[in-house]
């Protein structure tokens, strides 16, 4: 079946180091999307990315899209405080709306 | 309205009755989603609605499990003989199909 795996589970960073998460499909996506989800909050959009090969950044975050369209990552820059958070990727495959969601990668950063 | 609603925000019932839970998506949404997410753990799919339709329901647990939208709008997700495996923040996001997804606030159950 359709999977998407997500890499690391957990990530304790000390403030002003950088924070990468990565996230994996088992078969080709139309897009991915990721969010971001505040300790006792709900899931926030961040990006959507749609092309083989795309880079997106806003501000300190870097987000990727495989060539393949089959992985992506997260990059955070000079993590802060505000950070911190638990981020999803949502993979979304050919012909459906049907979104797969990541596992999470939860982030702790210590200042 | 401005984003999407849920009601109600935490709902505390009794093994073997049923729960209904709302969602009221943002205006002109065509696309709608339930899901469910346990403590500390990932969101899991539920079922999702084109207009009125849903053609994936795979995410329901079980039979227990239905729900509905009507008017292309408002959808109920209703839990028959609750377990205490079904305490879970339950999820809705709507969108313009296939793009981005707002979610609401959730409703947290609690099966005693």
């Known amino acids: 079946g359709q999977q998407v795996m997500q890499i690391p589970q957990y990530q304790h960073v000390q403030e002003g180091e950088d924070f990468t998460t990565y996230c994996n499909s088992s078969?080709?996506?139309?897009?991915i999307q990721w969010y971001k989800q505040r300790p006792g909050g709900h899931p926030v959009f961040l990006i959507q990315?749609?092309?083989?090969?795309e880079v997106k950044k806003q501000k300190r975050l870097t987000f990727q899209f495989g060539e393949a369209k089959k992985n992506s990552s997260l990059h955070i820059t000079a993590t802060q405080t505000t950070d911190v958070g638990t981020y999803f990727c949502?993979?979304?495959?050919?012909?459906?709306?049907?979104?797969?969601f990541g596992t999470g990668t939860r982030l702790k950063v210590l200042a | 309205g401005a984003g999407v609603s849920q009601s109600p925000s935490n709902k505390v019932t009794e093994k073997g009755k049923d729960v209904e839970l709302r969602c009221d998506p943002i205006?002109?949404?065509?696309?709608l989603y339930w899901y469910r997410q346990s403590l500390g753990q990932g969101l899991e799919f539920l079922i999702y609605?084109?207009?009125?339709?849903?053609?994936?329901k795979s995410g329901l647990p079980s039979d227990r499990f239905s729900a509905e939208r009507t008017g292309g709008s408002v959808s109920t997700l209703t839990i028959q003989r609750t377990q205490q495996e079904d305490s879970a923040v339950y999820l809705c996001?709507?969108?313009?199909?296939?793009?981005?997804?707002?979610f609401g606030p959730g409703t947290r159950l609690l099966v005693l």
């Open positions: 205006s002109g949404h065509t696309a």
């Open positions: 949502a993979g979304l495959h050919s012909g459906t709306y049907k979104y797969i």
């Open positions: 990315l749609v092309k083989s090969g």
């Open positions: 078969t080709t996506l139309s897009n």
């Open positions: 609605f084109q207009g009125n339709s849903a053609p994936d």
């Open positions: 996001a709507s969108s313009r199909g296939g793009e981005t997804q707002y």
